[in-house]
Nanobody
Framework: QVQLVESGGGLVQAGGSLNLSCTAS????????MAWFRQAPGKEREFVAG???????YYADSVKGRFTISRDNAKNMVYLQMNSLRPEDTAVYYC???????????????WGQGTQVTVAS
C-alpha cells in the first residue's frame, strides 16, 4: 500500500513557475514507477510526466522542455518543477504510483487527492 499527498499548487501568472511535491508513505516506495497526471474541467485525465523505478523519465509533448520530474527515494518524495507556465496548464495535478511505468492513468494503482494549478493569462 502507498499513500500519496500532493502539495505546491496555486495561482500563478503565465510565464511563472511552480514546484509540486508528492509525499509518499508506505513500504518499498523506491520500487514503484511514479507519474504526474492532470485533469482540466471537462477533459480526461492526461499524462504529464513519469519516472520509472530505474529513474528513466518520460514527458508529454506539451510539457517537454518546461517541466521536470524528479524523485528522492530517501525522502519518499516526487517533484514536478513547472516553468514557463501557460493558461492551458491549468488543471488539477495528481501524483500516481504503479508497478511499472505507463502513460495510461488506468495502469496506476495509487493516487493522491490532487492539487489545483491555475495559470492566469
Amino acid at each position: 500500500q502507498v499513500q500519496l499527498v500532493e502539495s505546491g499548487g496555486g495561482l500563478v501568472q503565465a510565464g511563472g513557475s511552480l514546484n509540486l511535491s508528492c509525499t509518499a508513505s508506505g513500504r518499498s516506495f523506491s520500487t514503484y514507477a511514479m507519474a504526474w497526471f492532470r485533469q482540466a474541467p471537462g477533459k480526461e485525465r492526461e499524462f504529464v510526466a513519469g519516472f520509472t523505478m530505474y529513474r528513466r523519465t518520460y514527458y508529454a509533448d506539451s510539457v517537454k522542455g518546461r517541466f521536470t520530474i524528479s524523485r528522492d527515494n530517501a525522502k519518499n518524495m516526487v517533484y514536478l518543477q513547472m516553468n514557463s507556465l501557460r493558461p492551458e496548464d491549468t488543471a488539477v495535478y495528481y501524483c500516481a504510483a504503479g508497478q511499472y511505468y505507463s502513460s495510461k492513468f488506468s495502469d496506476y494503482d495509487y493516487w493522491g487527492q490532487g492539487t489545483q494549478v491555475t495559470v492566469a493569462s
